[in-house]
């Protein structure tokens, strides 16, 4: 059981190049969320997903892409990175919002 | 949209009690409110849940008044290995959907020898 699992851990782009995050979960959970972390802002929620089939805007979707490609699949997608895209990207799952989400161990995203 | 404030630090020493407060004016009847822990280069992690009154487990202790406008983390006896960001959540409910889980800045706790 690896709970959730992204990929890759570590990635540097460069300014204008897209790249696909990948996350996976096996716990057959509901939601699914992306979290970006910077110095001193803690985590904010970029997409979220209800449901296989549904995404929905966090708090700062500009820039990124999601797909919800099936109930384990949930990939982020940047189309063209930007320096302010420099961040660790989390993911998530959860049953549902009132039950513990569960985290993978992130990935270190940097542009230049 | 129930957001959530709480202290952007705190400090203690090992062996202490630690209660972190968080407020939450605009939590909804449905909500729960949830604390989870995060270390350096690490995701959070869930610690507990409540809806009312008290909670406990083996790692922590959650309070909440009568009006669940706020609610208290508490930590017996930290030790150095507590010494990270923790996080007070409130679930959002928008109509049928289930809601998105924000964390906010969380508060650093740092426990010293």
């Known amino acids: 059981n690896a709970g959730v699992t992204q990929t890759p851990k570590f990635q540097v782009l460069k300014t204008g190049q897209s790249m696909t995050l990948q996350c996976a979960q096996d716990?057959?959970?509901?939601?699914m969320y992306w979290y970006r972390q910077d110095p001193g802002m803690g985590l904010r929620l970029i997409y979220y997903s209800a449901s296989e089939g549904t995404t929905d805007k966090g708090e700062v979707p500009n820039g990124y892409n999601v797909s919800r490609l099936n109930k384990r699949e949930f990939s982020l997608r940047l189309e063209s990175a930007a320096p302010s895209q420099t961040s660790v990207y989390f993911c998530?799952?959860?049953?549902?919002?009132?039950?513990?989400?569960?985290f993978g161990q992130g990935t270190r995203l940097t542009v230049v | 949209l129930a957001k959530t404030t709480q202290p952007i630090s705190m400090d203690s020493y090992e062996g202490q009690e630690v209660n972190i407060t968080c407020s939450h004016n605009?939590?909804?009847?449905?909500?729960?409110i949830t604390w989870y822990q995060q270390f350096p280069s690490q995701g959070p992690r869930f610690i507990i849940q409540?809806?009312?009154t008290k909670v406990t487990n083996e790692v922590a202790s959650l309070f909440i008044p009568a009006d669940r406008k706020s609610s208290t983390l508490s930590l017996p006896r930290v030790s150095l290995s507590d010494t990270a960001v923790y996080y007070c959540l409130v679930g959002e409910r928008r109509g049928s959907t289930l809601g998105r889980l924000y964390f906010g800045r969380g508060t650093q706790l740092t426990v010293w020898p």
């Open positions: 998530a799952s959860s049953e549902n919002r009132n039950t513990e989400a569960f």
């Open positions: 605009n939590i909804a009847t449905n909500d729960y």
């Open positions: 716990m057959n959970h509901n939601s």
């Open positions: 409540g809806y009312k």
